[in-house]
């Protein structure tokens, strides 16, 4: 490194720095305990992070769930199932087909928390995709109520092709759909209009207060 007339030598130290997927913590709302799960992406094995996360909350006394997918822009679909599938016991969670596919149905997988067990999912305008289809399943079964912001409305899933030159093309194949049958896309790869909350919050930035995290932990109390 040079400066001026003078040379510097540096050593640089290359490190991985891991974000954790799940973010947890036990919470309390109108004298009760809540279990807060925060997820940050639909990665490979969150479904377990997530799953274990919560049961872990319920054991130590939670008695409501709040489910944070804020500026969650989605991931794997298997995991959106699978994460779904905690709190949902049976049946469709999400469908889906393309032009040049036929429809797939996907059904909960087993092994959910009990039911009477309050969930809430807390959603904002960045939460996309593998998020949505979460939000919405859990909401057309009428096992969670959403708070926050109508999400971001993308309808369509995409796989990868390989390439013989080593690169790859991210191709949208196919559009799912929830239980109640709702796309929540624009039709094709345009955006939708999304999820809409039903308990409307915003956080104001002017306050250090997270307004529609307490909102949200008030709806499961």
């Known amino acids: 490194m040079k400066s001026g007339k003078k040379t510097r030598e540096l050593t640089l130290k ?15 709302a109108d004298g009760r305990k809540i279990a807060y799960v925060h997820l940050a992406g639909f990665t490979a094995g969150a479904h377990d992070a997530v799953g274990n996360a919560v049961r872990k909350l319920l054991k130590e006394g939670a008695q409501g769930v709040v489910l944070d997918l804020r500026d969650n822009g989605g991931g794997l679909l298997n995991e ?5 599938s905690i709190f949902i016991p049976d049946g469709k969670i999400v469908s889906t087909k393309g032009r040049a596919r036929r429809e797939r149905v996907y059904d909960a997988t087993g092994g959910a928390i009990d039911t009477h ?16 289809i979460v ?16 999400t971001f409305g ?9 390439l013989s030159n080593g690169g790859a093309l991210d191709i949208t194949v196919g559009e799912y759909f929830l239980p109640s049958g709702r796309n ?26 997270d307004e529609a995290l307490l909102a949200a932990l008030h709806e499961a109390a």
Do not use: C, Y
């Open 117 to 132: 067990i309050p969930v809430v999912v807390l959603v904002n305008d960045r939460s996309a995709s593998a998020s949505e």
């Open 80 to 84: 959106a199932v699978q994460v779904s």
């Open 14 to 28: 290359r490190a991985s720095v891991e974000i954790p997927v799940v973010k947890t913590e036990m919470r309390r």
């Open 154 to 162: 993308k309808g369509v899933f995409q796989e990868i092709e390989p």
């Open 184 to 209: 929540l896309g624009g039709g094709g790869v345009s955006r939708g209009s999304g999820v809409t909350p039903d308990v409307r919050a915003k956080d104001n930035p002017k306050t250090p207060r």
């Open 135 to 150: 939000t919405g399943a859990l909401q057309d079964r009428h096992r969670a109520t959403v708070v926050g912001t109508r």
